[in-house]
């Protein structure tokens, strides 16, 4: 397997090589993962900024995805404005999972600081000492390079936070105000926050809440995030384009992953969202366990600080 594993990474490699046009370039620097760690070694050696900029990426590659994929969870349980909206996105990490679990099986790559020194990648992180207990023991496949966790938990949840900032519906009603005249009839996405009667009088409405998800079929306007203060909307907005991002340069900086494997990430999230609502089937068998131990189904508090008097 761990022959396979290289071929495939190597592969990779090459595709990247092809897509990006570099097939004209010999050796590693025809790699762009190769080029951007390279770029942080060289200041490290002379000394500069970049040498502590890849010190705190490679700590941010040891501690931030377990415990900011969890924290976020629980931020997400507290602030979304209804449950099934939250629902939506536990769902969808969970596809993510399963998603991926399915190609690491059928595909196992190996990361870049794995590959022989002869293609010049560092294992910058262990060089460093800097793992985490997130990083060893019996249960972790050190060949699943391909598709990369670390960057599909960040671009779900750069996802939310771009979504619940309320930028891309309150850019497309303006796009649609000033750019041209909307047609009545035609189907539109209001700025949540909007009259909560006249949207649900409105017959192109489209709801973002999944029906049988914990919660209404439709959004929650009065919780709605344009309820939140400017700044606090930029913040959210801000977080939502930094924190995936600031994740991708970290897998590349470290020879963790290729930029092959967050692109698979992006579409496993986007599979995952399309796909979530496959996991309530399992509901009736959720009520049968509840039955069988005579338990009762928790209540969700998920947006009850917000209906609060």
Not at 176 to 196: H, I, M, Q
Request: hydrophobic fraction near 45%.
């Amino acid at each position: 397997m761990w022959d396979v594993a290289q071929e495939h990474a190597l592969a990779i490699l090459e595709l990247e090589t092809y897509i990006f046009g570099r097939t004209a370039l010999t050796g590693t620097s025809r790699w762009i993962e190769w080029n951007v760690q390279q770029w942080f070694l060289t200041g490290a050696r002379a000394g500069d900024w970049r040498g502590t900029f890849l010190t705190v990426l490679n700590r941010s590659y040891a501690l931030i995805h377990i415990p900011g994929t969890v924290g976020f969870i629980a931020f997400y349980y507290y602030m979304s404005p209804t449950f099934s909206r939250f629902a939506i996105a536990r769902r969808t990490m969970t596809l993510c999972n399963l998603f991926a679990f399915v190609v690491f099986i059928f595909y196992p790559c190996m990361p870049p600081r794995l590959l022989p020194m002869e293609y010049g990648f560092i294992d910058t992180v262990n060089g460093e000492d800097a793992t985490s207990v997130w990083m060893s023991g019996n249960f972790v496949n050190r060949l699943a390079a391909m598709p990369s966790m670390h960057f599909g938990y960040a671009f779900c949840i750069g996802c939310v936070f771009m979504y619940e900032s309320a930028a891309l519906s309150g850019a497309k009603q303006m796009y649609r105000r000033f750019g041209k005249t909307r047609n009545p009839s035609e189907t539109w996405l209001p700025v949540p926050g909007a009259d909560e009667e006249n949207l649900n009088a409105s017959p192109n409405h489209i709801s973002l809440e999944q029906p049988g998800s914990g919660g209404s079929s439709t959004i929650n306007t009065t919780s709605s995030s344009s309820e939140r203060s400017v700044p606090s909307r930029i913040a959210f907005f801000a977080f939502g384009v930094w924190y995936p991002l600031w994740v991708l340069l970290t897998i590349i900086a470290t020879a963790n992953h290729y930029l092959m494997d967050a692109m698979v990430a992006s579409l496993v999230v986007v599979m995952a969202f399309t796909c979530n609502r496959i996991l309530m089937n399992f509901l009736p068998l959720e009520d049968l366990l509840l039955w069988a131990w005579r338990l009762e189904k928790p209540v969700p508090t998920t947006g009850m600080r917000r209906r609060r008097p």
